[in-house]
C-alpha cells in the first residue's frame, strides 16, 4: 500500500506538470477525482498527454480505446494500471 | 464590377506524378503515390507516405534552378516546380502586362532545412547562409522574385486549408479590381516533424489511409505542391481559361485545436456559405471533391455535412487523397488542380482503398474515373484549428 | 525590366478603401497595456532585444483556458480579449492575424524533441499550437466567432496583408467588424541563430537606438490587436486606415524604386506628397539600412512634415509595423506627438494624418496611410 500511495503522489505531480495545472487545480484533487467529463474536466489532447506520459515515463502502452478510458478515469486507477504492469513484467 | 476570375493555367506535381498528364494517368490507372518512406530515415519507416517521386536535385533540374548562391529547401523547390509549370501554361510571358501578385501557402516552410541544420545552428554559425529560407515566406519570394512579382506578395498558413485560402484571396484580390492576374497555390514538403506530430496525436494510418470506409484508420501523410494562374475576365485570353472561381467561403469551427465536430457544423457552414457565394443550389453541384482524410473523425463529420447539406441528392463524392496522401497545406491547391482537370476532362475522380461503407452515410464514394457531365466541382479543405474553406469551380 | 521602368505602365485601379479604428490593444515593451493611450512612462531597457510587460493574463483570461498555453497564445488572447472588450463586446465579423514567425517557441520545442530524442516524443502539446494559425484559432475558439479567419506569415508583410484582407471584407461588404491583429515573439533560439548574421546591436540603451552609428539593432515582440469598423460613429472625429501598399524587391530598393513607388501610392488615394503631415519611418537603428529613410527625410518629403520613429520603443520584429499603427493612432486622437518619437524638433503641426513607412531588409516595403477626421 505504501508503495501505491507513493506512485499516486508521484502521478499526480506528474499530471498536474504535464497538463500545466498548477494554478487550476485545488488542494482537493485526490486519486479518486474523476479526471475527464466531470471532476478536473479535462478533454481529449489532455488524454493523449497523459497516454504520452504513461508510455515514456512508466513504460505502460495502452492501445484499446475502451481500456485507456478505464485507466485514464482517475489517478488511482492509473497507478493501479502501472502497478499491474510492473507485476506482470517482473 | 466585381469581374468574374478564370484558371488560365496550372501546375502540379505530387506523388502521383509531375505534370497534369502524369497524374491524369494515375488516376486512370488506379495507381497510388502512397509507398514506404525513403525521404529520410526514421522510427516511424514502418508507417505508409507519399513522397514526390523526385529528390532535390531532380527537383533544382525540373525547376530550372540555376542559382548557385542562394539555397532552395524541397518545400521551395516543389513550389517553383508547380508554378513554372502554371505559368507556361497560362501564356503568361511579361509579367508587367497585367497588374500581378502572387499569394502562395505553405504549413512547414523551410522545415526540410531545419532538421537538417538547426542543431548545428544552435552550436556555431556553419551554416548561417540557410537561416534566411528556413521561414514560411521563402518559396512565394524565391516564386516573386522568379517571375518579378512586386506587389501583392503574401503567404498563407492555416494549416491543411492554407493553399485554399490563397485561392480565395486571390480570386478576392480579382473581384475587388486589386490585380488582373494572381500566381496562387501551396507547398509542402514531407518532414519528419510532421510525421512525428501526427504519429503523436495517433492518426497516421499503419496501412493507407482509406476515406470513408469503415475501417479506415487514419490519415497518410503527403507532399507536393500545386499552382494555379489566375485571371480577370477582363484580361483572360478565353483560348486558355480552363475552368472559373465562381464561389468560395472560409469559417471556423471553434470548436477544438485539432478535430471537427461530429455532425460537422463547420463543414456545413463553409459548403453552404460557398454554394450561397456562387449562387448555387446544392443540386448544381456535379461533382465534390471531399476532404476526406480517412480519420475517423473527419470523414464522420464530413459526411455527415454532405449529407445534411445535400440531402437527398448528394453528388458522386470522391476523396482523392488515398492517392497524393494529405498534402497538408498544399491540399487545397493540389485538389483544386484536380477539380479543374476534372471539369475540363468531364471526369469524376476516383478514391482508393474503399470496400465497407460507413454505416452512418447512405453515400459511397467513387472508385475509378468516369466520364459525367461536370458543371460545378466543390472542393473542401478542412484544417487544424477550425480552419474550414470550401472552394467552387465552374466550366467556362 | 526594372521597377523604374515598369511602373509608368501600371496605373494601379482606384478603389475605396476606408475603415475605422474602433479599438485597440497592445502588449509591448511599453506600458502600453492600459486603454489609456500614449504611456506616461517610457520603459528603457539596456539590452540588444525588447521583451513585452507582460499584464496578469489570468485577470483577462479565465485561468483553465490558458494552462496548456505557450506564451504568443496567452500575449495574442489577451489582447485579442481587451480589443473586444474595448470595442463594447462586438463580435467580429473577420478574425485576421499577421505573424511572421507564428509559434516559435513551440516549433522549436517539438523539433528539438524530435531531432535530440530520436522521435522519442514526450509531450505532443507543442506541436499542436506550433502552427502559425494557432492564435487566430485559439482567438475563434475563446469567442466562439465562427466567422472569417486567417492568418497571414510572411515576414515584414505579415501584419499589411492581414490589414489589407480587412480592408477588403469591409469593402466587399462581408463584414462590418473586423478584428486584425500583428504578434510575434522573440525566442532565445531566434536572437543567437540571427546573431550569427550580424543582426544585433551589442547591448545599449533602446532610447540611444539610433545615436549609436553601428550595423544592428535591437530584437523585439509584441501583440497588437485593432477593431475596424465600417460603420461611422455619431460623426465625431477618429482615425479611419485610408490606404495601404506594399512592394518587394528582392535585391533592394533604389531611392528612384521607393520613391516612384511612394508617389504611385499617394496619387491612388488622391493625395501629393505634401499633403502629408507627418510621416513614421521604420528606423531601426541599423546603418545601413536606415539610410533611405534618411535620404527620403531629406529628399522627398516636404519641409515642414513631422517625422517620427517607433523601433526604440518596441524593437524590430516582422509585425513591428502594428505597433506603429498603434503609435500613430493614439498620436492622431490625442492631437499630440510625444518627444520620445520625435525625429526633428517641430511643434505639433495640423495633426490630420500619419504615413507610416517601414521596410524589413529592404526587401519588403509597406505604408499605411492614416487619416483623422470625421468618421
Redesign the interface.
Known amino acids: 500500500m505504501y508503495f501505491m500511495e507513493e506512485l499516486i503522489k508521484q502521478l499526480k505531480q506528474d499530471i498536474i506538470e504535464a497538463l500545466s495545472l498548477e494554478d487550476v487545480v485545488a488542494n482537493d484533487f485526490d486519486a479518486n477525482t474523476p479526471l475527464f467529463v466531470e471532476g478536473l474536466g479535462l478533454?481529449?489532447?489532455d488524454a493523449?498527454e497523459l497516454?504520452?506520459l504513461m508510455e515514456r515515463k512508466y513504460g505502460v502502452k495502452i492501445e484499446d480505446p475502451k481500456e485507456r478510458r478505464n485507466v485514464l478515469r482517475n489517478v488511482r486507477a492509473m497507478a493501479e494500471c502501472i502497478t499491474n504492469h510492473r507485476n506482470i513484467n517482473k | 464590377m466585381r469581374p468574374r476570375v478564370f484558371v488560365t493555367g496550372v501546375g502540379i506535381i505530387s506523388a502521383i506524378g509531375n505534370g497534369t498528364g502524369e497524374t491524369l494517368a494515375s488516376f486512370q490507372n488506379l495507381k497510388t503515390g502512397i509507398g514506404k518512406l525513403s525521404l529520410f530515415d526514421?522510427?516511424?519507416a514502418e508507417i505508409p507516405v507519399a513522397e514526390v517521386k523526385n529528390n532535390n536535385s531532380d527537383l533544382a533540374r525540373l525547376a530550372d534552378v540555376h542559382d548557385g548562391k542562394a539555397a532552395y529547401t524541397r518545400n521551395t523547390l516543389l513550389a517553383l516546380v508547380a508554378s513554372k509549370q502554371a505559368v507556361i501554361a497560362s501564356g503568361w510571358i511579361d509579367t508587367?502586362e497585367k497588374?500581378t501578385g502572387t499569394v502562395f501557402a505553405t504549413?512547414v516552410g523551410g522545415?526540410d532545412f531545419?532538421?537538417q541544420y538547426?542543431?548545428s545552428?544552435?552550436e556555431n554559425?556553419r551554416y548561417?547562409d540557410l537561416?534566411g529560407v528556413l521561414?514560411?515566406?521563402d518559396c512565394?519570394?524565391k516564386i516573386?522574385?522568379c517571375f518579378?512579382?512586386?506587389?501583392?506578395?503574401?503567404?498563407?498558413?492555416?494549416?491543411c486549408s492554407s493553399s485554399a485560402?490563397a485561392i480565395m484571396?486571390g480570386a478576392?484580390?480579382i473581384?475587388?479590381?486589386?490585380l488582373q492576374r494572381v500566381l496562387v497555390g501551396g507547398t509542402d514538403s514531407l518532414t519528419?516533424?510532421t510525421l512525428?506530430?501526427f504519429?503523436?496525436?495517433?492518426i497516421l494510418s499503419p496501412t493507407g489511409c482509406r476515406p470513408f470506409d469503415r475501417n479506415r484508420n487514419g490519415l497518410t501523410i503527403g507532399e507536393g505542391a500545386a499552382a494555379l494562374v489566375l485571371e480577370s475576365e477582363e484580361v483572360a485570353d478565353p483560348k486558355r481559361i480552363i475552368c472559373e472561381v465562381s464561389g468560395y467561403a472560409?469559417?471556423?469551427?471553434?470548436?477544438?485545436?485539432?478535430?471537427s465536430t461530429i455532425d460537422g457544423f463547420?463543414a456545413i457552414?463553409a459548403m453552404n456559405k460557398a454554394l450561397e457565394s456562387a449562387c448555387l443550389q446544392p443540386s448544381d453541384i456535379s461533382y465534390i471533391n471531399a476532404h476526406g482524410t480517412g480519420t475517423e473523425i473527419n470523414d464522420l463529420s464530413e459526411g455527415n455535412a454532405i449529407e445534411k447539406v445535400f440531402g437527398n441528392s448528394v453528388p458522386p463524392v470522391s476523396s482523392t487523397k488515398a492517392f497524393t496522401g494529405h498534402t497538408l497545406g498544399a491540399a487545397g491547391a493540389i485538389e483544386a488542380v484536380f477539380s479543374s482537370l476534372a471539369l475540363r476532362n468531364q471526369i469524376l475522380l476516383p478514391g482508393l482503398n474503399f470496400t465497407v461503407p460507413m454505416p452512418e452515410l447512405s453515400f459511397r464514394p467513387r472508385q475509378k474515373v468516369e466520364p459525367h457531365p461536370i458543371h460545378h466541382v466543390m472542393s473542401n479543405s478542412f484544417?487544424?484549428?477550425?480552419?474550414n474553406t470550401t472552394l467552387i469551380f465552374t466550366k467556362v | 525590366?526594372d521597377?523604374a521602368e515598369?511602373i509608368p505602365?501600371?496605373s494601379?485601379?482606384k478603389?475605396k478603401m476606408k475603415a475605422t479604428i474602433t479599438a485597440s490593444s497592445v502588449i509591448s515593451p511599453q506600458h502600453t497595456n492600459s486603454a489609456h493611450g500614449f504611456p506616461q512612462e517610457i520603459n528603457e531597457i539596456i539590452s540588444d532585444h525588447l521583451s513585452c510587460l507582460e499584464p496578469d493574463y489570468g485577470t483577462i483570461i479565465n485561468p483553465i483556458q490558458l494552462r496548456r498555453m505557450p506564451r504568443i497564445l496567452k500575449m495574442g488572447l489577451a489582447s485579442a480579449q481587451l480589443c473586444i472588450n474595448r470595442a463594447g463586446g462586438i463580435s467580429p465579423d473577420a478574425?485576421i492575424v499577421g505573424t511572421?514567425?507564428?509559434c516559435l517557441d513551440n516549433l522549436e520545442k517539438?523539433?528539438?524533441e524530435?531531432?535530440?530524442n530520436?522521435?522519442?516524443?514526450t509531450s505532443?502539446l507543442p506541436?499542436?499550437?506550433?502552427?502559425?494559425?494557432?492564435v487566430?484559432?485559439?482567438i475563434?475558439?475563446l469567442?466562439?466567432?465562427?466567422?472569417?479567419?486567417?492568418?497571414?506569415?510572411?515576414?515584414g508583410?505579415s501584419f499589411e496583408?492581414a490589414l489589407?484582407?480587412a480592408l477588403?471584407q469591409i469593402?466587399?461588404k462581408q463584414a462590418k467588424h473586423v478584428m486584425v491583429g500583428g504578434i510575434d515573439e522573440c525566442t532565445h533560439?531566434f536572437m543567437?541563430?540571427?546573431s550569427?548574421?550580424g543582426y544585433w546591436k551589442q547591448p545599449l540603451s533602446n532610447l540611444q537606438l539610433l545615436n549609436e552609428r553601428s550595423p544592428g539593432t535591437i530584437a523585439g515582440e509584441g501583440s497588437a490587436f485593432f477593431m475596424l469598423s465600417a460603420e461611422t460613429g455619431n460623426g465625431g472625429p477618429g482615425v479611419s486606415i485610408e490606404g495601404l501598399?506594399?512592394?518587394?524587391?528582392?535585391s533592394s530598393a533604389t531611392y528612384i524604386d521607393t520613391t516612384k513607388e511612394i508617389d504611385l501610392f499617394l496619387g491612388n488615394i488622391g493625395l501629393d506628397k505634401r499633403d502629408i503631415d507627418s510621416v513614421m519611418f521604420g528606423l531601426n537603428g541599423n546603418l545601413a539600412s536606415d539610410a533611405s529613410y534618411y535620404t527620403l527625410q531629406k529628399n522627398f518629403f516636404s519641409d515642414s512634415t513631422n517625422f517620427l520613429y517607433y523601433k526604440h520603443l518596441c524593437g524590430e520584429y516582422y509585425t513591428a509595423s502594428a505597433f506603429a499603427m498603434w503609435l500613430a493612432s493614439v498620436i492622431l486622437t490625442g492631437r499630440h506627438i510625444p518627444d520620445v518619437v520625435k525625429l526633428n524638433n517641430r511643434p505639433d503641426k495640423h495633426l490630420s494624418n500619419i504615413l507610416i513607412y517601414n521596410h524589413i531588409h529592404n526587401?519588403e516595403h509597406s505604408l499605411i496611410f492614416l487619416n483623422y477626421g470625421r468618421i
Open positions: 478533454d481529449s489532447i493523449l497516454i504520452l | 526514421s522510427v516511424h508587367h497588374h504549413t522545415m531545419n532538421e538547426y542543431r545552428l544552435l554559425d548561417k537561416i521561414d514560411s515566406a512565394t519570394e516573386a522574385a518579378g512579382i512586386r506587389h501583392h506578395v503574401t503567404t498563407i498558413s492555416t494549416a485560402n484571396l478576392r484580390l473581384r475587388t479590381n486589386r519528419k516533424f512525428n506530430g504519429y503523436a496525436l495517433e472560409n469559417v471556423n469551427e471553434a470548436y477544438h485545436a485539432t478535430a463547420g457552414l484544417g487544424f484549428g477550425g480552419s | 525590366m521597377l515598369a505602365r501600371l494601379l485601379q478603389y478574425i511572421g514567425l507564428g517539438f523539433l528539438l524530435v531531432l535530440d530520436h522521435e522519442h516524443i505532443v506541436f499542436i499550437y506550433s502552427t502559425h494559425n494557432a487566430a484559432a485559439q475563434a475558439m469567442l466562439k466567432n465562427y466567422n472569417y479567419n486567417i492568418t497571414y506569415c510572411h515576414r508583410f496583408s489589407q484582407d477588403m469593402e466587399e533560439d543567437l541563430i540571427h550569427y548574421l501598399h506594399t512592394f518587394f524587391t528582392p526587401t
